[in-house]
């Protein structure tokens, strides 16, 4: 099993919707999960970060972590064609594993 | 948030030249240091991380003899590829960590490298 994993996408969603990203770990070491974007050709730029279980929202992103599950997941409302991009997870455990990324396509 | 540097933001060079490129903290103090490449269309993979005065810990698969990192301060560190050719072409990033609570890695704008 991969230390992080995430589907690849292409997602694809109609601008204005919900984009649902997410992210399933093997490390239950974890104590951190930070979500990055990475727009094409750019180096990643963090969004939030969540280390307890729930839901913690920040504008328009909303993280949400179950650790019994080992799953984290990105909510982005009001998705715009701004928000295209590449998003990995990363958990925090004894190192630091970045996801393979899921490309979101925001549809105008 | 923290800023980090990197320099050059993009270098042309011949095979069998070595090349340098800075990572600067710019307004923070990074215990670690971070370097990761990524081939077009693929995911980021870690090549090395170096903590401030110690040699680096690289990743299985990179050869440090060839990858050369030096963390010399609390704000910079320097990842040289020495006798590049075309196929180390590749976007080099790296990124800083102050450690505290979050531990969040902040990344510098990268490197494109294109070794002709």
């Known amino acids: 099993q991969k230390e992080v994993e995430q589907n690849s996408g292409p997602l694809s969603v109609p601008e204005g919707a919900i984009a649902s990203l997410n992210c399933t770990y093997s490390?239950?070491?974890?104590?951190?999960f930070f979500w990055y974007r990475q727009y094409s050709g750019k180096s990643p730029e963090l969004i939030m970060f969540?280390?307890?279980?729930g839901d913690k929202e920040d504008g328009r992103f909303t993280a949400q972590l179950n650790k019994a599950s080992q799953y984290v997941s990105l909510l982005i409302r009001d998705s715009q064609p701004s928000d295209s991009a590449t998003y990995l997870c990363?958990?925090?455990?004894?190192?630091?594993?970045f996801g393979p990324g899921t490309r979101l396509s925001v549809l105008p | 948030g923290a800023v980090v540097s990197q320099h050059p933001s993009w270098v042309i060079c011949k095979s069998g030249t070595s090349v340098k490129i800075e990572c600067r903290s710019l307004?923070?103090?990074?215990?670690?240091m971070f370097w990761y490449r990524q081939f077009p269309k693929q995911s980021l993979m870690l090549m090395a991380t170096?903590?401030?005065?110690?040699?680096?810990?690289?990743e299985q698969g990179v050869e440090k003899d060839k990858f050369l990192i030096n963390h010399a301060s609390l704000t910079l560190s320097t990842l040289t590829v020495t006798s590049a050719h075309p196929e180390d072409s590749s976007f080099y990033i790296c990124?800083?960590?102050?450690?505290?609570?979050?531990?969040?890695?902040?990344f510098g704008p990268g490197t494109r490298l294109t070794v002709l």
């Open positions: 990124s800083a960590s102050s450690g505290g609570v979050s531990n969040e890695q902040f």
């Open positions: 490390d239950r070491g974890s104590q951190s």
């Open positions: 969540i280390y307890s279980n």
């Open positions: 990363a958990p925090l455990g004894q190192n630091f594993v």
């Open positions: 307004d923070f103090q990074a215990t670690t």
């Open positions: 170096s903590n401030e005065g110690s040699k680096a810990t690289y």
